[in-house]
């Protein structure tokens, strides 16, 4: 996988935010063929919205490589989906044998067009009749958050009544909800062959529906805005920021070795917690210096001095608890200073792991990943009981 092309389509779709913003947009190395519309996603809250005809992406194409390209963005109403919604769902008709999707996204996908105005084409028609000004050689389909799941519809429905070489799309989504049940994700996984799922572990979106029958249609590549170890908070911890498309391209280009894109300003990681953590880390890392200050102390050479060596290991150890048990007490007052957030976005993480490792698929790398950060989480709590369970619940 290619970390600097999955930027690259995050930031077309980016372009999609701005054309629905008013915006002329920016896409570098691609010319836009046309706009798609859609009605807007109606919510148990605000039903009315799925009236409202708005922009939901663009259809481009690279002048070079002769690339098309469909972007899809998210949409306002996915914040009272979140709270809201209840997750119905019915059959996905485009494609036979392909279950179930949730209902307010296959309405929006049902109603999505290709330019406005009467016998204005679905996107699959638009594809195999657009007169392009090269030949296409192939096709990406990229999204954001609703965006995403609309995407996926627009993957299956391609790859499953296009000719070549539409009907062999490649899909990046980014913070994707799921969009349909056990046997829609068997089918798009039949059907559609490349598919790389961007995923925050802390973002909330792709987590929903989080009731059956939905399902994933592909294991996700996971981000890390908040991870607890190592110690790293990357962005404020707060839902909106850990979902926001301009998070997942500065969390992306951490990973690509290039140039870091800035997150929001209201994103960027300031505070207090990120430090406690890092200093405990530090703490509970630097056994060195521990060992370091256990050799430098004269008691200590002198009561080791012609002990026998069982002896010794086990004053050893007695002498390394009561020197933890000296530095417990700074590190717990240090953590006081804002404990309550500490624990609860510790807690909260450890939850999430916790998560991971039971519901993960045990064969799946982002699976041994939670497995192994959980492990490790354990195995810590486990060596330093003093300052774990000493810090204020």
């Known amino acids: 996988m290619d970390w600097n092309k999955a930027i690259q389509y995050a930031q077309v779709v980016n372009a999609a935010y701005d054309v629905f913003a008013g915006k002329v947009p920016v896409t570098p190395g691609y010319d836009v063929v046309a706009t798609i519309y859609a009605n807007d996603l109606a919510t148990d809250l605000n039903p009315e919205r799925g009236n409202t005809r708005v922009k939901m992406g663009l259809i481009l194409q690279a002048p070079d490589s002769g690339e098309a390209v469909v972007a899809i963005r998210g949409t306002e109403g996915i914040k009272e989906w979140v709270q809201d ?92 909800p799921r969009t349909g049940n056990h046997d829609f994700a068997v089918k798009y996984h039949q059907t559609v062959s490349t598919t790389y799922r961007f995923v925050d572990t802390v973002d909330l979106v792709p987590k929903l529906p989080g ?14 805005s908040l991870t607890l170890i190592p110690p790293r908070v990357r962005l404020q911890p707060n839902p909106l920021c850990w979902h926001i498309l301009s998070s997942y391209l500065y969390l992306m280009s951490l990973y690509s070795g290039g140039a870091v894109l800035n997150p929001e300003a209201e994103c960027a990681p300031v505070g207090v917690i990120e430090d406690i953590l890092g200093k405990i880390e530090t703490e509970l890392n630097d056994q060195k210096s521990i060992a370091d200050m256990f050799t430098a102390s004269p008691s200590r050479n002198i009561v080791l001095k012609n002990i026998p060596a069982a002896e010794r ?81």
């Open 85 to 176: 919604a209840q997750f119905l769902d019915e059959e996905f008709t485009f494609v036979a044998g392909a279950g179930r999707s949730e209902d307010g996204f296959t309405d929006m996908y049902r109603s999505m067009t290709v330019e406005e105005g009467a016998g204005a084409p679905t996107v699959v028609k638009f594809l195999g009749a657009f007169a392009w000004k090269r030949a296409v050689s192939s096709l990406t389909i990229c999204g954001h958050s609703l965006g995403g799941a609309i995407a996926t519809l627009v993957a299956l429905d391609v790859a499953a009544n296009t000719a070549a070489p539409f009907n062999n799309p490649t899909v990046y989504t980014y913070a994707s």
């Open 211 to 224: 009731i059956f029958p939905y399902r994933h249609v592909t294991d996700a590549i996971l981000l890390d």
């Open 313 to 393: 290991k086990i004053l050893q150890v007695r002498q390394r608890h009561k020197l933890l048990d000296q530095r417990g007490p700074s590190l717990r007052a240090l953590a006081k200073t804002n404990g309550a957030q500490l624990c609860e976005r510790t807690d909260r993480l450890r939850f999430a792991f916790t998560d991971q490792f039971h519901s993960g698929h045990k064969s799946s790398a982002d699976g041994a990943h939670a497995r192994n950060k959980y492990s490790e989480f354990s195995l810590r709590r486990r060596n330093f009981p003093r300052l774990f369970h000493a810090t204020p619940r």
